[in-house]
């Protein structure tokens, strides 16, 4: 019997992982040359037909070995991507990641813990725990409840979860709402109109009322149709109010909100999938006051913290509110391992086998401190100002409004919403720019996520010129 193929992990790891890490880096450099731009050109048929092309039956009788394995499949898919890294990619919240933030994952990978019991993730566990603890409290600042201590991991201190992204976040968010009012009756959400739709999605999926969605005429959620919109609801409430819509990049306006929600007894929860990178900006960290009012708040970091995917939060104020998740498995977290003082490692998520994502995000803090991250968020942010005044000022284009973030919404100048859609599609089918799209005023708009701090001006100029020559035809 031959060989079998070596390991990721123990001392031999690193050893038989160096020469195939050449091999992967040498296919991406490959398949990125030869995709030459933000995404490979000729649509989902072509670019189809051209995998089967360079990949050959999936499951072969004999194996390929590992270099020709790794260097086919992975060129294949570096060929095939949308690569966020290309300034011209900036359709979505999909950030190009950061290389220190991918090398971080490799270790991961390799590791493979599991952070379903400590122990198969004793030091990913404890640091689990410590840059969660310091993600709460900067949402959070130093809030708990009157005579807890104070302190991270206890009672009354803030906390924060690992999760999937700001879907599941704002899953756990309904699932403790829901919890916190079990004796109460039927948990009734109330969402703005530009929320995301994982919010009325997760209402479905726990069982609750379809949500009450209040108009947003500008749009953010407005106050005044909140008030009224609880006024005439009976029985528990969570409004979850949004920072950085999908959209548009809008931030409701959260102490307004926020105080509407005290004044009615409502629980409130805060979308700031997208927004909560300005916590990290000294100058733009004020357009989220009344963060820390909510009950709970979603983070995603890898929106504007330019983490691989998955990298999503959510942080909770009153960790009392956490019991709900407390589950018990004896292979897991028997109560004599507990009691002899073994973490209790599955009250941190609806997950079992989970990957400690959290490395990557505590060594992109420790690399780039508050200081380097908040420079990252102001550098997207004053870019996409730049470009919306370069927008306001051609003749050419129309600009939806001054962006709140990093979200840049344009069409051209007396185009439908057919021809406008129809751009966006051509220059998809071309491999020569990713545009999003969204529905703003009834009309339809070109959507720039500018979330690649190495765009340049010239980038963005060579966008309007491909749009400009679409609309021309």
Not at 169 to 180: D, V
Not at 240 to 258: S, W
Not at 422 to 431: A, F
Request: proline share 9%; charged share 20%.
């Amino acid at each position: 019997m031959s060989n079998p193929p070596p390991l990721a992990g123990g001392t031999q790891g690193p050893q038989a992982l160096r020469p195939l890490l050449d091999t992967v880096l040498d296919a991406l450099h490959e398949g990125a040359v030869g995709r030459g731009g933000p995404l490979p050109a000729g649509g989902p048929h072509t670019v189809t037909t051209r995998l089967r092309e360079l990949t050959g039956d999936p499951l072969p009788h004999h194996g390929t070995g590992s270099d020709t394995a790794l260097r086919t499949l992975v060129q294949a898919l570096a060929e095939g991507a949308a690569d966020p890294a290309d300034p011209l990619c900036a359709a979505h919240l999909h950030c190009p990641p950061l290389a220190l933030a991918t090398a971080a994952d490799l270790a991961v990978s390799a590791l493979n813990p599991s952070m379903d019991s400590w122990d198969q993730a004793p030091a990913a566990s404890a640091l689990e725990t410590l840059v969660t603890d310091a993600l709460a409290h900067e949402v959070y600042g130093d809030a708990g409840r009157p005579g807890q201590s104070d302190k991270p991991g206890r009672p009354g201190h803030p906390q924060a979860l690992v999760t999937t992204g700001g879907t599941e976040a704002n899953q756990l968010a309904l699932l403790l709402a829901r919890e916190s009012h079990a004796f109460e009756g039927p948990l009734q959400l109330i969402t703005g109109a530009g929320a995301h739709h994982s919010l009325p999605r997760a209402a479905w999926l726990l069982g609750l009322p379809d949500p009450v969605t209040v108009p947003a005429p500008t749009g953010t959620l407005d106050p005044a149709a909140l008030d009224e919109a609880l006024t005439d609801l009976p029985g528990p409430k969570l409004v979850a109010a949004t920072a950085g819509t999908t959209d548009a990049g809008l931030i409701d306006p959260l102490p307004e909100i926020a105080d509407v929600c005290e004044h009615h007894g409502a629980r409130l929860h805060i979308d700031a999938a997208y927004g909560a990178g300005l916590l990290f900006s000294p100058t733009r960290r004020s357009q989220l006051t009344g963060l820390d009012r909510a009950a709970t708040v979603t983070l995603d970091l890898h929106k504007l913290g330019w983490q691989p995917v998955a990298a999503g939060l959510l942080a909770v104020r009153d960790p009392a509110d956490l019991t709900p998740l407390t589950h018990h498995a004896d292979y897991l977290n028997a109560d004599d391992d507990t009691e002899a003082g073994l973490p209790d490692l599955l009250g941190r998520s609806l997950r079992t086998t989970r990957r400690p994502d959290i490395l990557k995000i505590a060594v992109t803090l420790k690399a780039l401190g508050r200081t380097g991250l908040g420079a990252l968020v102001d550098q997207v942010c004053d870019q996409a100002q730049e470009f919306a005044a370069t927008l306001h000022a051609h003749p050419g284009f129309d600009l939806y409004d001054t962006p709140t973030l990093s979200t840049v919404l344009f069409r051209p100048h007396g185009a439908s919403d057919e021809s406008t859609a129809h751009i966006r599609r051509t220059l998809l089918t071309q491999g020569r720019a990713v545009l999003g799209r969204a529905r703003m005023d009834g009309r339809l708009w070109l959507k720039a996520t500018l979330l690649n701090p190495h765009t340049q001006p010239g980038d963005l100029a060579q966008l309007l010129k491909l749009v400009e020559g679409n609309t021309a035809r």
